[in-house]
């Protein structure tokens, strides 16, 4: 396991943008796929978007063609930019690491990640 660390998150008006960014600490993650989830609270986690480490994206419907996940490997460092944001998307975003190797679709499980970072709040006003 890797832990990771989540910065970023805050306050922002609907329709605007937003960036997380989540480091594994004392690691570099270029064996690891990387995935961004979200919760609130009474729900499940939800999968917002994934990182695999051969570089293939996959989004949730919900969030396909606003959101964008990267990474820096300069940096070390993986990013979920968010434009257009809805208050629906207020949630506690998370990020996940695994070294797993994604079967068709597991990749949207939480149960398929092996770390997880504390999650970051992200509210999206109306």
């Known amino acids: 396991q890797v832990p990771v660390v989540e910065s970023g998150g805050g306050l922002v008006q609907a329709g605007g943008s937003m960036q997380l960014s989540c480091a594994p600490s004392?690691?570099?993650?270029?064996?690891?796929?990387m995935g961004w989830f979200r919760q609130n609270l009474g729900k499940e986690r939800e999968f917002v978007a994934v990182?695999?480490?051969?570089?293939?994206?996959y989004y949730s419907d919900s969030v396909k063609g606003r959101f964008t996940i990267s990474r820096d490997h300069a940096k070390n460092t993986l990013y979920l930019h968010m434009n257009s944001l809805e208050p629906e998307d207020t949630a506690v975003y998370y990020c996940?690491?695994?070294?797993?190797?994604?079967?068709?679709?597991?990749?949207?499980?939480?149960?398929?990640?092996?770390?997880w970072g504390q999650g970051t709040q992200v509210t999206v006003s109306s």
């Open positions: 996940a690491a695994t070294t797993r190797a994604f079967s068709a679709g597991s990749f949207s499980r939480a149960q398929e990640y092996e770390s």
């Open positions: 004392g690691r570099t993650y270029s064996s690891y796929s």
């Open positions: 990182l695999s480490w051969t570089g293939r994206t």
